[in-house]
Structures are given as C-alpha cells and as structure tokens.
Nanobody
C-alpha cells in the first residue's frame, strides 16, 4: 500500500504563505493522481487541488485558484502545495490523497490513500 505523510502546516497571519509537502512511500503507480483536500470544523471535506502524476496536469478549486500552486517532484515522490495570500477562511486541516488515474479529481471517494493531515491556521 501507499503511505502519505503531510508536513508544513502551521500558524500564519492573513496574507502570509506556507508550503505543504506530502511524501509518498510504498507501492506507487505512474498513473496515480495526487490531490490536496481540506476540512474545517463543521464543514465537509473539500477539494483544493490535484495533479496527475504522469503528465502534471493540474486542477484547482475556485476558492484557491491564483493563490495556491500544486507541484510535484518525481524523484522524491513528493507533492507540494504552495499557499500564498492566505485568508482566515483557508484555516483547515489539509489532507494529501492519492488515487488511480481517470475520472474527476473532485470526489474524495475516488482516492484510495490519505495522509493524517496537517493543520493550517490563518489568523486575522
């Protein structure tokens, strides 16, 4: 199986930046998609961004487009989420996810593996 470990969360002021990392270990497939989701207290888990492992196609939620950038390092089996111009509404636990290629990026159910999450808190 695949293990995913997130890091890079923390406390920042509004307007600040953070970079999250997700390191994958175990068996992986070149056709896999990796994604970031987030979940705030009292809210459903929501899609943030995704990247196709093989061709680096990306997708972003409207709420983060233009502020967040997803990228990958194939050699390190790591995906990153650069978060700029952070807002208090970005406060959430951020989860890394991995799943097979094909289909929509958006439904959480399409992802087979999940990390433990990393807390991002943006103060106002």
């Amino acid at each position: 199986q695949v293990q995913l470990v997130e890091s890079g969360g923390g406390l920042v002021q509004a307007g600040g930046s953070l970079r999250l990392s997700c390191a994958a270990s175990g068996r992986t497939f070149g056709s896999y998609c990796m994604a970031w989701f987030r979940q705030a207290p009292g809210k459903e888990r929501e899609f943030v961004s995704a990247i196709s492992w093989s061709d680096a196609r990306t997708s972003y939620a409207d709420s983060v487009k233009g502020r967040f950038t997803i990228s990958r390092n194939n050699a390190k089996n790591t995906v990153y989420l650069q978060m700029n111009s952070l807002k208090p509404e970005d406060t959430a636990v951020y989860y890394c996810a991995a799943g097979g290629a094909g289909g929509s990026y958006f439904p959480p159910r399409r992802y087979d593996y999940w990390g433990q999450g990393t807390q991002v808190t943006v103060s106002s």
